[in-house]
């Protein structure tokens, strides 16, 4: 049971490329999220899911774009990639039982290393 | 915006109890209390959670005020391996609320 798995592990971009950042659950979880690490801080929401075909904004969306075309993936899109988005990628997912319930756990993968020159 | 309070560093002897504080003076009735780690980076791994109840679990105990202002976690042995970032949040009990991550308090142990 792999989990929640991320690709790639790390990244270098020059500005203005693209890329896609994978995220993969075999947990068959309903709910997935993508956050944001910087240096010294917490994590910060950037977009979430709560089911195949459904997307929803967090706190700082702006310069991402995100999709769920199956269940178990969700993809983060970087269409023209800006320095100020060097940072940790972190993916997350849980199920609908528990985020219903007080269990409310959230599963994280490894995390993305994105640098952006 | 945090809704919590945390120390950014701690210390702790290896073998003891490390005793983390977390003041959520603004909590509401409906929202709970969980404690996340993360671990050189890696990605945060939960370790209990609980409304107004102390609660127990293989990793930790929680140990939460009558007036719900404020809550401890603790590891009772600590080990090397508990040296990690640990993230007080408070989150409401409703399908698909994101967490939201302080900085947290970094927890040295020591051997």
């Known amino acids: 049971n792999a989990g929640v798995t991320q690709t790639p592990k790390f990244r270098v971009l020059k500005t203005g490329q693209s890329m896609t950042l994978l995220c993969a659950q075999d947990m068959n979880h309903e709910y997935m999220y993508w956050y944001r690490q910087d240096p010294g801080m917490g994590l910060r929401l950037i977009h979430y899911s709560v089911g195949e075909g459904t997307t929803a904004k967090g706190e700082v969306p702006d310069g991402y774009n995100v999709s769920r075309l199956k269940k178990q993936n969700f993809l983060l899109g970087l269409e023209s990639a800006a320095p100020s988005q060097t940072s940790v990628y972190f993916c997350?997912?849980?199920?609908?039982?528990?985020?219903?319930?007080?269990?409310?756990?959230?599963?994280f993968g490894a995390g993305t290393r994105l640098s952006v020159l | 915006d945090a809704k919590t309070t945390q120390p950014p560093s701690m210390d702790c002897a290896e073998g003891r109890a490390a005793n983390l504080p977390c003041n959520h003076s603004t909590i509401s009735g409906n929202e709970y209390v969980y404690w996340y780690r993360q671990i050189h980076s890696q990605g945060p791994q939960y370790i209990i959670h609980g409304l107004k109840n102390n609660e127990t679990n293989e990793m930790a105990s929680l140990i939460i005020t009558e007036d719900r202002k404020s809550s401890t976690l603790i590891l009772p042995h600590a080990t090397l391996r508990d040296t990690a970032v640990y993230y007080c949040?408070?989150?409401?009990?409703?399908?698909?609320?994101?967490?939201?991550f302080g900085k947290g308090t970094t927890l040295s142990v020591s051997s």
């Open positions: 949040i408070v989150r409401p009990n409703q399908a698909g609320t994101a967490l939201i």
């Open positions: 997350a997912s849980t199920t609908l039982r528990e985020a219903l319930g007080a269990k409310n756990i959230q599963y």
